[in-house]
């Protein structure tokens, strides 16, 4: 079953906008990772965020955790066509570190 | 390094046939996984192995075998296919033992249809 659950379901924006993608868990969380994946390919690891950190960023990423509100965001920045991909957030819980994917974002950046 | 590769890349199966999934890492991972993608499902966990010697089952074990070969190998083996899994699989590897979190590397995917 679905820890995350990643929001919106499709995304579709212009090259040069922002995208912001949200991710709401239901249990208590070890750390939350964003993963990538290109149509008709396996996922690619983004960034993994601890429970224990707030904001982490990666060159145009930037992931913002609430666990308060058992929350994390992943904001794209001056989007480019090839960020077109879904991406799915994945947690862990309690006593296993086996990720738990979510359904995923469809995001269309359009050039 | 190739990563993880996965053979085959497609495959059509009729029902009540058999077949093996294989997956290969040259990364030195401890630990290996493999998931089904369907449509609006996301990942689903099938089995995984923490070390060499050792499996576990996931989320949706039923219908499925797997053996860790050895480090580098993982393999999945449908014994009578059902058009119900008919799906995308996905082999994956991380460096730990599933102690701690880890970063997961997948491999290509193969697609199967079950007629």
């Known amino acids: 079953s679905q820890q995350g659950e990643e929001d919106p379901q499709a995304l579709s924006i212009q090259e040069g906008e922002n995208a912001t993608m949200n991710c709401s868990y239901k249990?208590?969380?070890?750390?939350l990772q964003w993963y990538r994946q290109n149509s008709g390919r396996g996922l690619v690891h983004l960034i993994l965020?601890?429970?224990?950190?707030r904001e982490k960023h990666s060159g145009r990423l930037r992931v913002t955790l609430d666990t308060s509100k058992k929350s994390s965001s992943l904001l794209i920045t001056a989007s480019r066509a090839a960020d077109t991909a879904s991406y799915f957030c994945?947690?862990?819980?309690?006593?296993?570190?086996?990720?738990?994917f979510g359904r995923g974002t469809s995001l269309i950046v359009h050039p | 390094n190739a990563g993880v590769t996965q053979t085959p890349k497609f495959q059509v199966l009729k029902t009540g046939q058999s077949m093996t999934l294989q997956c290969a890492q040259d990364?030195?991972?401890?630990?290996m996984y493999w998931y089904r993608q369907d449509p609006g499902m996301g990942l689903r966990l099938i089995y995984y192995?923490?070390?060499?010697?050792?499996?576990d089952k996931g989320e949706v074990p039923n219908g499925y075998n797997v053996s860790r070969l050895n480090k580098r190998e993982f393999s999945l083996r449908l014994e009578s296919a059902a058009p119900s899994q008919t799906s995308v699989y996905f082999c994956?590897?991380?460096?730990?033992?599933?102690?701690?979190?880890?970063?997961?590397?997948f491999g290509p995917g193969t697609r199967l249809t079950v007629l």
């Open positions: 965020i601890r429970s224990n950190e």
């Open positions: 249990t208590s969380i070890n750390n």
């Open positions: 192995s923490a070390s060499e010697g050792t499996t």
């Open positions: 994945a947690t862990d819980s309690g006593g296993s570190y086996i990720p738990t």
């Open positions: 994956a590897s991380s460096r730990g033992t599933i102690t701690s979190t880890d970063t997961q590397y």
């Open positions: 990364m030195n991972h401890n630990s």
